[in-house]
T-cell receptor
Framework: KQEVTQIPAALSVPEGENLVLNCSFT??????LQWFRQDPGKGLTSLLL?????REQTSGRLNASLDKSSGRSTLYIAASQPGDSATYLC????????FGAGTRLTVKP | EPEVTQTPSHQVTQMGQEVILRCVPI?????FYWYRQILGQKVEFLVS????????KSEIFDDQFSVERPDGSNFTLKIRSTKLEDSAMYFC??????????FGPGTRLTVL
């Protein structure tokens, strides 16, 4: 059974810092991995999707990498801003979609 | 920009009652999904739907749950006899292919 773990559970950084969020999964037989952000009481906003054959994807200040063989993905956020404050979720697509518990990010002005 | 919509935003019901949660996926999408998130817990997959039938379902999606695409735009989740533990946020999602999933804002279900 696929297990998805995200470290750290919470992170607080000053504005402008670059940061890395980590996601690990136990079963490497995946189709893709997707990163989302979730604001309190709201739905999920898709940030990046990496297919199993890809190594990384970039969108603006975000860069996600995937190492399928070691069961790891990272989300790199450059030059963080207070508006980046949210919970970041990774989700792994196999036969179903398995989510991590998320990293709660706070970016202080 | 097209988006997934869900109604109602909040549903309160008595234990044992039937509820229907409604979703309008993005119009050219072919795959539809339901997820739930119990307060403070992970998002959990319930079911995926493609070509008018269930393609995958989780162990949570038992006989009390059903899904339907009654017309060309709506996608519904029915819970036949609600329990207290069904209280959660329910999210609908859709994707064009088996790729990026776009989520709706959710329906908060409260079972009393």
């Amino acid at each position: 059974k696929q297990e998805v773990t995200q470290i750290p559970a919470a992170l607080s950084v000053p504005e402008g810092e670059n940061l890395v969020l980590n996601c690990s999964f136990t079963d490497s037989a995946i189709y893709n991995l997707q990163w989302f952000r979730q604001d309190p009481g709201k739905g999920l906003t898709s940030l990046l999707l990496i297919q199993s054959s890809q190594r990384e994807q970039t969108s603006g200040r975000l860069n996600a990498s995937l190492d399928k063989s070691s069961g790891r993905s990272t989300l790199y956020i450059a030059a963080s801003q207070p508006g980046d404050s949210a919970t970041y979720l990774c989700a792994v697509r196999g036969n179903d979609m398995r989510f991590g518990a998320g990293t709660r990010l706070t970016v202080k002005p | 920009e097209p988006e997934v919509t869900q109604t109602p935003s909040h549903q309160v019901t008595q234990m044992g009652q039937e509820v229907i949660l409604r979703c309008v996926p993005i119009s050219n999408h072919l795959y539809f999904y339901w997820y739930r998130q119990i307060l403070g817990q992970k998002v959990e997959f319930l079911v995926s739907f493609y070509n008018n039938e269930i393609s995958e379902k989780s162990e949570i999606f038992d006989d009390q749950f059903s899904v339907e695409r009654p017309d060309g735009s709506n996608f519904t989740l029915k819970i036949r006899s609600t329990k207290l533990e069904d209280s959660a946020m329910y999210f609908c999602a859709s994707s064009q292919w088996a790729d990026t999933q776009y989520f709706g804002p959710g329906t908060r279900l409260t079972v009393l």
